[in-house]
């Protein structure tokens, strides 16, 4: 009767403890927060990154450091890789539909 009842506890422990192994309700979204935390760090970093490239792209043209043609191309390639990351910003907050 004694070993019967040890068999009874050791199995309601094991499974106990691997419940939170076999149950498929872990929540993938908690598995991808820290993830997508870093990816929005990246993200914000590259943002701001561009953003003063910008505006030294923009002081270089206004001390003549960069040709107006210059400019125009320099400027018109970050505000584009810019808006890129902006999307990237969105799409990674909204989080998979």
């Not at 004694?2 to 598995?31: G, H, M, N, T, Y």
């Not at 590259?46 to 490239?53: F, I, M, V």
């Not at 270089?60 to 040709?67: A, I």
């Amino acid at each position: 009767m004694e070993v019967l009842i040890a068999v009874a506890l050791v199995a309601v422990l094991a499974a106990f403890v691997a419940w939170p192994l076999r149950s498929p309700e872990l929540d993938e979204s908690e598995a991808e927060q820290p993830a997508r935390s870093a990816e929005l760090a990246d993200l914000e970093a590259r943002k701001e990154a561009l953003y003063r490239q910008i505006r030294d792209a923009e002081l270089d043209r206004e001390q003549g450091k960069l040709s107006h043609p210059d400019w125009e191309r320099l400027d018109a390639e970050l505000r584009r890789e810019a808006i890129a990351v902006l999307k990237r910003i969105d799409a990674t907050r909204a989080g998979p539909l």
